[in-house]
Structure formats: C-alpha cells, structure tokens
C-alpha cells in the first residue's frame, strides 16, 4: 500500500494521559530534584563555620558560597533555552549528575579551594535542577490543571528552609558518623537522594519524540553573559568586605556593565537562537512577570535573611532551634500554595494571588520590622505564617502566568529566567540588606548604650567584681569607661559570653538594626504590589505543553494565550502521537471533552 493510503486508513493514536498516581510518581522525581537544590542553600550556611574552621580556612568561606551562586546563576538560563532545542530528560539527568558529583567531591575536600571548585561545580547542576523541573510540568500538564500540582513544589521550598538549618547543625556539631567527620555528611547526603531522584526520572518519565528543529548554540551570548555576571555577583558577595566605592569593586561595576552591554548586542544578533530571546520582553506579561520577581526575590530573599540572624543573636538560638522556630512559615507556605493551586484549578483565574500574596508579605514584614528583644514567640509564629502565606500564593502564580502567556517553544527559558530574574533579586537583596545590617548595627548599639547607661542595672554590672573579673565582661566594661573599644561583631559569639546587663544594648541595637532592614523590605514589596497589579490575567490553555509542540510540528499549533503572540490556532479534535510513541501528558479531562465531542469519536483515556 503506498505510504499515503496507510496513512489515510490507519487510526490516529490518541494521546493516553497518565492518571493522578502517574503524575505523582513523576512528580516524586521532579521534587527530589528540587529538594536537593533548595536544602543545600541553607544546610552549608549552617555548617560553614565549622567547615571553615576544621578545613583552616575561615577567611575564605565567602568564595565557596560566592562559587556555587556564580554556577547556579549562569546556568540556569543555559538550561531553559538548550532544554527547547533538545529536550528536557537529558538535561535534567545531567544536572542531577553533576551536583551529585560535586557533593560527593565536596565531602571529600582537603581545603576550602577544592571545597569552592567543587561547589562550582555543585552549583552547574542545581541551576537546572529547579527550572527544568517545573518547565517538565508544564510539559505533562495544562495550565489550569498545573497549578494544582505547583504547590508540591512549593512545600519542597519550604520545608528544605526548616529542614537546612536543623540538618546543618546536627551534621555541624557531630565529631563522626559512620567514621566521617560530621560536616562532611552536609554533601554526602546529596548522594543518595541524588542518585534515587536520577533512576525514578530515568525510569519513568517519558517524553515524546519531537520533530527535531535545527538552532545554533548562542555562544556569544553565553560568554556575554558569564562576563556581565561574574563580577556583579562577586561584588555583591563581597563588597561589605571591599567597601562599595573600593578599587576592586569599582572595577566589577565596570566590568558588569560592559558585560551586559556585550550579553545585549549579541541576543538582539542571535534573534530567536538567543538565551534570553529579546522578543520575549515585548510580550507584557513576561515584562512584568520579570520585574515582580526581580523585586520579589529582593524582599523574600533579602529580608529573611536577616531572620535567623536576629533569632541567633538576639534571641540567643541555635540554628538548630531557629529552623525549627520558622516552622510556622512553612506551614505559611504550603497553606497559599494550596489555597492558590486548588482555587486556579477550579476558576481558572490566578492574577488574584500574587496581589494579595505581595500585600500579605508587605503586612508580615512590617509585622516583623517590631521585633525586640522581648518580642513573645506567638507574634513571631504569626508574622511567619503571614509572610509565608503570602508567599506560598504568590511565587508559582508568577510562574504560571509566565508560561501561559509565552509561546510553547519557548516555555522552558521563560521558566528558567522568571527563577533567573528571582535568584538575580535574591542575590542583590542579600548583599544590600545585610550591608544595611552591619552598617547600621555599629550605631544602633552605642546609641544603646547611651541610653541604657544611667540606669542602676548597668550600673550595678559596671561595679560589681565578679562581672569584671570575667575576660569578655571586662572588654566591654573598658570600652564603655572609654579605654578601650567594643568587640567587633564579624564574630558575635562572645555576646552569649556576657553578664546579660552589658549584653542588653548589643541585643537592643542588633534588634533596631533588623527592624530597619525589614522595614525597608515592606517599602520593596510595596513596589510588587504596583507590579502584580499592571499583570495581565490571559485564559489559561487547555493544552499541556508536549501536546502544543506536537501540534506544531504537525504542522498546527495551540491558541495563543499572549494577543501579542502571533501562533495560528489549531483544529479540533485530539492531537495525534508522532511515530506511534504513546504520550505521557495531562490535562486528561480536557482531552476527554475533546473526543468524545468530535464526530464519531471513541477514546480509551484512563480514568482518574
């Protein structure tokens, strides 16, 4: 029979959607990914000084968390674009591949050098981890329905952030396990749950073959984009420690510039091959969705990051106990990811989530820049929930928007620069907060001690012996009868040492300083409020993205979600498999609706 004729006659072969259990187990895969990614941001911060300390190079443990930030970073876009070209499963066995490698070379280290080489290398696979792993889901699953599952990955998020801190410092404080000293095991434990989250994907996630379309690599853009990001994220690491008008950080000013000029001229040449494809910014929602992270992970990641250290210091915790301290943060998290997943499956409306997410973090960092030394725990639980809530209904709508209003082809670096442009505010909020913190904090706690001087229980502590035998009493006590000057705070651990008198102003002045980073934190948020407002809410597809490349290559493609994004519609009725390859996609009970309603139609989708 000519090839025609066959084609003519022989059925098309519907897409058979994996059931609610499938997509877990897919899921289950996705989010041991994640989870690798997430905790070890806050299982070495934790650790660290320990590591530092036994490797004999505490000077230099800025370099080894500026290192895996560097990697991440930069390769999160490379990705996004290289997974459009040629697929997501490879790339996403190879991110876990290579931060399993370099957790188990980090484990190993033998100096803080090797240590940041191989968190470098660390950190090229977890710039994948994560955005490859929510670009797969909006692969299998439609948008509407995707926004039910979205909050898994939120609770991976938010719990990896209690978890870190409680993990860190149990590993931290261990002499050995199982004959390894202990803080080798914050890498080392990557490797298993690594290797799990690597067969479950290989095994079973398949994705259809797509028709192969031919691109050149932007290596330009690339190198561009290395040379503009290199010394801005090395500035911001380091520059309290430089100075921010220092030679050295003036040059990284300089050299960033030129960098994202050079990144500029070669995407705007690349076109359509480019990382970062300029086209997509004239899309709005993209536009908008690119600046709300950028401010969000400003406010979110800056502002937090102050939490534990007010936790530790003032309140005198250890990271053990603050982890477990912002519990009711997770809980804050899981609840707006829920709330917000579940509403959006239903509706099909999302734009109402981060608006009233981004108040609800402008209402709990207020409520968290009243923090004092005394402030009871149930109004810390409360702003935490605050805040968290407000973040568990906003981050994934962000996402979720974003991908619905792109074009399919180009879904998986839409994803990869809204979690960019999020890590990029992330970054810069951290080095700006904290450089308010300690600029700040100096002041605070000699204005505290001016006030706190007349009063009779300083008094009594500067006069009583048994306070000013003690080495860490006496240094304070010189410094307020002005011969001598107050213990530098780079290492704050001698205010656990002191008569709780002579600790009062530090705690009082560590406190004012928290307060005004967090209030400046709200002002941010205020600005993401503004900005989730001008987003635009567009109906979500009823197609997941494997189904819409399909159609393309067939030659017809899905509804555009974005009026500015010209994409021909496509005919009804099921999409076919190409070369007979049986699908794993979602949206089942869309698809359902579909054939049974065209003419004659049968299907044999599973049910849920």
């Not at 876990?96 to 968190?119: D, H, K, P, Q």
């Not at 519990?327 to 099909?348: C, D, E, L, Y």
Request: proline residues 6%; contains cysteine; glycine residues 12%.
């Amino acid at each position: 029979m000519p090839a025609d004729a066959a084609t003519a006659t022989a059925p098309p072969t519907t897409f058979h959607a994996p059931t609610h259990r499938e997509i877990r187990t897919i899921l289950g895969g996705l989010m041991l990914g994640m989870f690798l990614a997430a905790l070890d941001q806050t299982i070495v911060a934790t650790s660290i000084r320990t590591i530092g300390d036994d490797l004999h190079g505490l000077s230099l443990q800025a370099w080894v968390t500026t290192a895996y930030l560097l990697t991440a970073t930069i390769s999160t876009p490379l990705y996004g674009k290289l997974s459009d070209i040629y697929g997501r499963k490879p790339f996403y066995l190879l991110a876990i591949g290579l931060f399993v490698t370099g957790s188990l070379l980090s484990g190993t280290a033998g100096s803080m050098y090797e240590l940041a080489m191989f968190r470098g290398l660390q950190g090229l696979g977890a710039g994948g981890l994560m955005a490859l792993a929510i670009t797969i889901l909006g692969d299998l699953v439609a948008p509407r329905e995707r926004a039910r599952y979205q909050g898994y990955f939120l609770a991976v998020f938010g719990t990896s952030s209690v978890l870190g801190p409680v993990i860190g410092g149990f590993f931290a404080g261990a002499d050995e396990i199982l004959g390894i000293t202990g803080w080798r095991w914050v890498f080392l434990v990557n490797v298993p749950i690594g290797v799990l989250a690597f067969v479950v994907i290989w095994r079973v996630l398949h994705l259809p073959p797509l028709q192969r379309v031919e691109h050149r690599i932007d290596w330009p853009g690339a190198l561009a984009l290395v040379v503009a990001l290199v010394p801005l994220l090395v500035v911001a690491e380091q520059g309290r420690e430089w100075g921010w008008s220092s030679t050295r950080s003036i040059g990284c000013y300089v050299t960033g510039a030129v960098g994202l000029l050079l990144f500029w001229l070669a995407e705007r040449r690349a076109r359509q091959d480019a990382i970062l494809p300029l086209y997509l910014f004239r899309n709005r929602t993209f536009g908008v969705g690119a600046a709300a992270n950028v401010v969000i992970g400003l406010g979110m990641f800056g502002g937090l990051a102050t939490l534990p250290l007010y936790l530790q210091i003032v309140r005198g915790q250890t990271p053990t106990e603050a982890g477990l301290t912002l519990i009711p943060f997770t809980v804050g998290i899981m609840s707006g990811s829920v709330i917000a997943g579940q509403t959006t499956a239903r509706t099909g409306r999302y734009k109402v989530f981060p608006v009233i997410g981004t108040m609800l973090m402008v209402v709990g960092a207020l409520l968290f820049s009243r923090l004092a030394v005394e402030t009871p725990f149930w109004q810390i639980f409360a702003a935490s929930v605050v805040f968290g809530l407000g973040l568990g209904l906003t981050m994934q709508p962000l996402v979720l928007a974003v991908q619905n209003a792109v074009a399919i082809r180009d879904m998986g670096v839409a994803t990869s620069s809204s979690l960019f442009f999020r890590q990029m505010g992330g970054t810069l909020g951290t080095a700006v907060f904290l450089s308010i913190l300690f600029s700040t904090v100096g002041g605070n706690i000699r204005d505290a001690f001016a006030r706190l001087l007349p009063t009779p229980e300083l008094q009594a502590a500067l006069t009583d012996r048994a306070v000013l035998s003690n080495p860490a009493n006496a240094a304070v006590a010189d410094a307020i009868q002005g011969s001598g000057s107050l213990p530098s705070l780079d290492d704050s651990s001698f205010i656990g040492s002191l008569d709780p008198r002579l600790a009062q102003p530090f705690l009082e002045g560590f406190a004012q300083s928290v307060d005004l980073v967090l209030l400046i934190a709200a002002c941010i948020m205020v600005v993401g409020v503004v900005l989730t407002i001008l987003l635009p809410e567009l109906p979500l597809r009823t197609v997941s993205g494997i189904e819409g490349r399909l159609a393309e290559s067939e030659g017809t493609s899905p509804p555009a979600a974005d009026p500015d994004v010209e994409t021909p519609r496509t005919a009804g009725g099921p999409v076919t498999a190409i070369g007979g390859v049986t699908a794993t996609v979602a949206d089942a009970d869309a698809a359902r609706r579909e054939a049974a309603a065209a003419p004659g139609a049968h299907t044999d989708l599973p049910e849920r």
